[in-house]
Structure formats: structure tokens, C-alpha cells
């Protein structure tokens, strides 16, 4: 069923936020009918958000305090359905921390499932690629369960099978460092050097990490490999029976920071029919081949007492103790790297487009933990995205596959791979 109030819900969202639909004075009014209907025709799928806790500090919320995925900001965009990831960063690998990382991410599963209860009317929790369809043919948003860092399994792969019962369709091994199942694109401290280098601690999965792509697989999951080691994330690929997604990677010919993906990398998610959704995340879109950008972000890393060697701006901040300290070091680096802009994410979209098809690229804001470039800040402006890709020449169905197809026949493919295992 077509969204017959799009236009209409995008011009209230305009008045409300003063940014949806910035472009359009400047836009050729044939182009940007084009780009409306396109975008109503979509379902537009955003594969990688934060969940946010109620009552805590977020420093990514919005001027309105609200989070970047807020619903009334996903119906203002235009926004279809988005993974809420339940994840957990940098932490402790003892039993304790592990301990620690399983109990936060069960308060964030809950948090999402009370956020989609509390907008029954308008949202609904999907578990599968036909539940997404039936959301839009319905009129409602649709939010699918994610996980990020099986520090948080315990050592536990039945732990697996608990996510998926509570509605975990999205699973992710890695965030920041090494766990027990396998390894992070990060760099961890290397006791032997005394220097903080990328040292793979397994060769890419652990014995561990083997078994739980395969636990996947027959459950039912997609397997994403964003934030794993170069190894880790080929391995991955070639023992997962069904096809991965990189829910919120970039380029890292175009932008060299750490945890972005090698011409390697895509190439073999394409080759077996994956998908890389592109992170709206100026750190991860960063042009790092200017001298003068590179001694700034040397500079703001020194002052902070971070080692300099790294290309990725923002890495090890996690090592900062003091929060203050902290915080100022982020408003530091993300002075002195700008806004990215959507130009620069359909640069990273042309690349994979060009490289693998037109079939392995879709989106994945990384809203909710630092996601939010110009002309897309947060769900409400998910539009100027579709613009400006028409402007660039994609037709409508190609914006379909980049915006929802693709990773829904991820999804569908993931499920057929589970019932053919079962």
C-alpha cells in the first residue's frame, strides 16, 4: 500500500525540525517529484542504529534531546524500518565484565521492545523479512532486533539461542578489541612492544566464533561483520552458509580508517551476495589523504595523551579515564574533521556500486552513536539522501535495492539457509 501522507508528513517534519527538505528550494521541481516518489515507493531500511536507554546521557541526541531514531523522526523521514542494536563497547574480558556486558544488553532489549509497545499504533517489532512487508503494507514502522559483541554471550553459545527467542535477528561479534570469539578491527595494547598495535589475537574467528556463525546460520540470523578484523571478517564469509552484511562499514580506499572495509573485503561480500551498508558517520567518511588534516588530527590525538599512529581519528578514546577529559577530546577531533556531507556517503555508495553491483550496497546510519553528517543529522532527513543519489543518476529501482531490497533478500536468504539446516 502506498504511503499516500508522505509528502504531506514531510512538510509537517519540516516545519518541526527545519531540515528535512532543506534542499528543495534549490531543486529542479521535476527532479525532486522524482525523488518523493521514489522514496514513498521504497521501503527504506536503515540497518544499524544505537539503542538509547531512557534516562541516560546521550551525546549523540539531538537538539531536541530526542534520539536520532526517534519514531516521530523515522515517520518524518520516511524511514520504513531500522535495526536498534543492542550492543556493548570497550570493557573488562573477565567473567565479572562479561557478566556486566550481558545485563546491559538485556535492559537495551527491553528498552527497544517497551519503545515499540508504547507506539503499538504506528510500530511493530519484526522477526522476519515478511514481518517488515506486512509493517509497510500496514502503515507502521518496523524495528528489528540487533546485537553487537559477543563479549556479552559469556562464553555461552546458548546464549544465541536467547537473543533469538527475544527477537534478535541481527547479530555482530565484534565492536571495539578482541573477545573470545573473534577479532576486532581495533588496535589493543600488544604487552610484548608496549604500543598499541591491529594484532590479531586469533587469526581472524576462535574455535568459539566458528561455532557461533554456524549457530547463526541455523537459527536464522544475518550475520554482520562490521567491526571485525580484516580475517576475521573474510573467515566469517566463507564458513557462513548464508550471505553477510557489514551493517554500518565504509570504504577504505576513499576513507583509511581502521575499521572501514578493504577493496579485499567487499569483493568477497559481493562474490557471495552480501551486503555493505554504508555508516552516515563523518569519522567513517573522512578524507584522510590531506597532510594538513593528518597533523591536525596528530595534533588533537597528542594533546589528548593518545598515541598518533593511527589513521582513524577517533580510536583508543575509550582510554581517556577522566569523562570530562573524554568528552572534550570528541568535540576536539570532531571540530577538526567537519561535518561530512551526503555528496561524500554517495561517493562511498558509487564505489561499492562500481566495484560489486549495484546489489550489495544499502544504508546503515549508526544514528544514536556518533551517525549524523550534513543533510542527514538523523532519521528526519533520510530523504535528501534519495535526492541527492537521483541527482547522481540512479533510477528508482536501483534506489530500492540500496534503500530496503537488498538487505531484505539478505534476510529472506538467511531464512531459507536456517530451514534447509533444520
Do not use: C
Not at 68 to 77: D, E, I, M, N
Not at 282 to 293: C, F, I, N, T, W
Not at 379 to 394: K, M
Amino acid at each position: 500500500m502506498k504511503r499516500w501522507t508522505f509528502a504531506l508528513t514531510v512538510f509537517v517534519a519540516a516545519l518541526a525540525t527545519n531540515s528535512v527538505v532543506a534542499e528543495e528550494p534549490d531543486a529542479d521541481a521535476a527532479l525532486l517529484e522524482k525523488a518523493r516518489a521514489i522514496h514513498e515507493a521504497a521501503i527504506v531500511i536503515d540497518a544499524h542504529a544505537d539503542i538509547v536507554l531512557p534516562g541516560q546521557p546521550n551525546r549523540y541526541a539531538g537538539p531536541d534531546g530526542l534520539s536520532q531514531v526517534h519514531p516521530s523522526k523515522l515517520a518524518g523521514g520516511g524511514v520504513n524500518a531500522v535495526v536498534m542494536a543492542a550492543g556493548i563497547g570497550y570493557g573488562p574480558r573477565t567473567p565479572e565484565g562479561d557478566a556486566a556486558a550481558r545485563t546491559v544488553i538485556n535492559e537495551e532489549l527491553i528498552a527497544a521492545r517497551a519503545l515499540a509497545e508504547t507506539n503499538a499504533p504506528t510500530m511493530a517489532i519484526a522477526t522476519s523479512a515478511g514481518d517488515i512487508s506486512a509493517a509497510h503494507q500496514a502503515g507502521k514502522i518496523a524495528m528489528i532486533l540487533g546485537f553487537q559483541n559477543a563479549r556479552a554471550l559469556e562464553r555461552d553459545l546458548d546464549v544465541l539461542n536467547d537473543l533469538y527467542n527475544a527477537g534478535v535477528r541481527v547479530f555482530a561479534l565484534n565492536h571495539l578489541g578482541h573477545n573470545d570469539f573473534s577479532d576486532s578491527s581495533r588496535p589493543n595494547f600488544n604487552g610484548d612492544t608496549g604500543a598499541y598495535e591491529v594484532q590479531e589475537e586469533h587469526g581472524g574467528l576462535s574455535d568459539l566464533g566458528k561455532a557461533a556463525i554456524a549457530r547463526i546460520n541455523k537459527l536464522g540470523g544475518i550475520v554482520d561483520v562490521s567491526q571485525m578484523s580484516k580475517n576475521a571478517t573474510l573467515e566469517t564469509i566463507d564458513r557462513s552458509k548464508a550471505p553477510v552484511i557489514a551493517s554500518h562499514s565504509n570504504v577504505r580506499t576513499l576513507s583509511n580508517v581502521t575499521r572501514n572495509l578493504s577493496d579485499e573485503e567487499i569483493d568477497r561480500i559481493g562474490e557471495t551476495g552480501g551486503v555493505i551498508h554504508v555508516a552516515v558517520f563523518s569519522a567513517y567518511l573522512v578524507d584522510l589523504s590531506d597532510p594538513e588534516l593528518l597533523a591536525r588530527i596528530k595534533q588533537v590525538r597528542l594533546d589528548a595523551g593518545l598515541p598518533e599512529a593511527y589513521s582513524y581519528p577517533f580510536e583508543l578514546y575509550w582510554e581517556i579515564d577522566d569523562e570530562n577529559d573524554r568528552n572534550a577530546f570528541l568535540m576536539a577531533m570532531r571540530d577538526t574533521i567537519g561535518r561530512s556531507s551526503v555528496d561524500r556517503l554517495i561517493d562511498h555508495i558509487d564505489y561499492i556500486v562500481q566495484r560489486i553491483g549495484i546489489d550489495h550496497v544499502g544504508v546503515g546510519s549508526d544514528f544514536n552513536h556518533g551517525g549524523g553528517i550534513d543533510g542527514f543529522a538523523d532519521a528526519s532527513e533520510a530523504f535528501n539522501l534519495t535526492l541527492g543519489l537521483v541527482r547522481r543518476g540512479y533510477g528508482g529501482d536501483d534506489i530500492e535495492k540500496i534503500w530496503g531490497g537488498n538487505f531484505l533478500r539478505v534476510f529472506s536468504e538467511a531464512e531459507r539457509v536456517a530451514k534447509s539446516l533444520n
